[in-house]
């Protein structure tokens, strides 16, 4: 592998200093050598949830055998030894996206954090008369929890359209914003069923100027490009450790200082508070007031030791890795009969994952013809049925790719495809 | 290919023409429903005679294990008593689809017994047995 890698030119000005675009890092994943049915496991669905190297294991493991004990309260030696590894987890993780602790906020998953500014933000800043606006290529994670609040605020929920190319338009969301009741707009930075890369700089200093603040989805993006939510101008940007090699149960959000500290907490109880009195409570400094309850501790541990591992690996790498998977990808399903991909034709448009569907096969016998073969793809609505019904299907099949891929696994996903055309007689 | 557990020939030629497919008006029950997990979606029209199912159409889309097994219910549900057709259980089903059915393609499985017992009880729960 590492042989072949450094024949191959990584694509023009992504690949810094000539650095290889194949990352040859298998080894590093555990599970990556089991065998399914027989087989050699071939994972393409990493925009679902990624493997987790063995370091990011280790990390956890090391720390629940020789630090484990609650944040914030003890005095004793072992209490600080695990303040500091969680006090030090947020600064890697922030710091591996270019923002600042103090406002750099853990929850369960990016579900969790939008509904944290919906709640927190929205109940205090959203009336009858405001719009929030989103787009038709949000995941329900970003749906829903708009929903709901504009239904408790009387603000009204509008929808930037997705084009046949699978992409919004930027003279759509001037003039939404020139309708001026649009308060806040929220939007994916890579969208998990169309693979688009929306441009987030363009779009949030279109917003700010308008007035509005902007929340950016990051969970498809951060696993697999360079990602500085300072330049990218958002004032809230999520993202969630699961999708990018580190454990389940912690998501990310970065918001900007100044908001956050005007912003009721969300969750209440317990390490969020300042002070408590029988009636009321005052409540604890950032990122804390946001934090209620014992965080997910080890898995802030975990999701440290996953960025450094990405850091380590360079995220331009990634980037042009991924890229290189996602063109070999687009090809190779285009050579499948009856296949059609959704979603930005050209690879540098889109991040590492194809969604499709196949004439007289559908998603869902898609993805058990290529479990057969020991290929994991996913098929549904990948939680965004407002999108399905945009693209005028009920369901895709989705391939993803992550930093563990390699190109032969895109040519047995196209042989299953075919072999499965081949079982329904096409 | 003879040799598909799944895919048999029968299950395959069922899901590329489905008997009882299409609308049917006018019609004295209906329902709709959709399978969450994946996005199919499944609704009936049925007319009642005598208390029997006189005729009744599917209509919808979905995988090959969800279409294939809403046309050969079909074939079966025609002229049987509402009331016997209402409470028809999980098991009845999958043993007349004949093939091997992994939990995750269970729902695909009994999306039209759940449609079709919604239509006549209007009990929008899934259809149970031991599978």
Redesign the interface.
């Known amino acids: 592998m590492p042989q072949a890698a450094s024949t191959r030119q990584p694509a023009a000005g992504l690949a810094e200093g000539g650095a290889p675009a194949s990352l040859a890092v298998r080894e590093d994943f555990p599970i990556l050598a089991r065998r399914l049915q027989g087989r050699p496991l071939i994972y393409l669905d990493s925009a679902s949830t990624s493997q987790k190297p063995a370091v990011v294991m280790q990390a956890m493991d090391e720390h629940l055998r020789a630090h484990n004990a609650n944040v914030h309260r003890g005095v004793y030696a072992l209490a600080q030894e695990a303040d500091a590894a969680y006090e030090g987890a947020r600064a890697t993780i922030a710091g591996f996206v270019g923002w600042e602790p103090e406002s750099t906020i853990f929850a369960k998953n990016v579900t969790e954090t939008i509904n944290l500014v919906a709640y927190a933000w929205g109940l205090d800043n959203l009336a009858a008369g405001d719009a929030v606006l989103i787009t038709e290529m949000e995941h329900h994670a970003n749906v829903v929890p708009w929903q709901q609040i504009c239904r408790r605020t009387g603000a009204e929920l509008r929808y930037l359209h997705v084009d046949e190319r699978g992409e919004l338009s930027s003279g759509e969301l001037a003039q939404e914003l020139a309708r001026g009741d649009v308060k806040l707009v929220a939007f994916a930075h890579v969208s998990n069923v169309l693979g688009t890369i929306n441009p987030v700089a363009e779009m949030t200093a279109t917003i700010r100027d308008a007035g509005a603040i902007s929340v950016v989805d990051g969970a498809q993006a951060v696993p697999q490009m360079p990602v500085d939510v300072r330049a990218l101008g958002a004032d809230f940007y999520a993202w969630t450790g699961h999708k990018a090699l580190g454990p389940t149960g912690i998501g990310v959000l970065h918001g900007r200082r100044e908001i956050l500290e005007s912003m009721e907490p969300f969750l209440t109880g317990g390490d969020m508070i300042a002070a408590v009195d029988f009636q009321r409570s005052t409540w604890n400094e950032l990122p804390y007031k946001f934090e209620a309850g014992t965080p997910p501790i080890a898995e802030a541990v975990g999701l440290a030791a996953a960025v450094r591992y990405l850091a380590g690996l360079g995220m331009e790498r990634v980037r042009a890795h991924e890229q290189e998977l996602t063109a070999r990808m687009l090809k190779a399903l285009a050579e499948v009969e009856g296949l059609s991909v959704v979603g930005p034709p050209e690879p540098q448009r889109r991040g590492g994952l194809a969604s499709f569907t196949i004439e007289?096969l559908?998603?869902?016998?898609i993805a058990?013809l290529a479990n057969r073969e020991g290929v994991c793809v996913r098929?549904?609505?990948h939680c965004a049925?407002p999108l399905?019904r945009r693209l005028g299907v009920?369901?895709t099949a989705r391939a993803s790719v992550g930093v563990y891929t390699e190109p032969r696994e895109i040519d047995a996903l196209a042989a299953a495809l075919r072999k499965g055309r081949e079982?329904?007689?096409l | 290919m003879s040799e598909d557990e799944l895919y048999r020939e029968q299950i395959l030629e069922h899901y590329k023409r489905p008997h009882n497919f299409g609308e049917l008006t006018p019609h004295d029950l209906e329902a709709f429903e959709q399978n969450p997990l994946c996005g199919d979606e499944l609704g009936v029209h049925i007319q009642v005679d005598d208390g029997r199912i006189a005729d009744l159409r599917f209509h919808g889309h979905g995988c090959a294990i969800s279409q294939a097994a809403a046309s050969i219910a079909s074939d079966e549900l025609k002229g049987m008593p509402l009331d016997q057709a209402g409470s028809l259980s999980a098991d009845w089903m999958i043993d007349l689809l004949g093939i091997p059915i992994s939990p995750t393609r269970r729902k695909c499985a009994l999306l039209n017994l759940k449609v079709m017992r919604r239509a006549i009880t209007g009990d929008s729960g899934w259809p149970t047995g031991v599978g």
């Open positions: 007289g559908h998603p869902h016998d058990e098929a549904g609505h049925q399905m009920g369901s079982v329904f007689g």
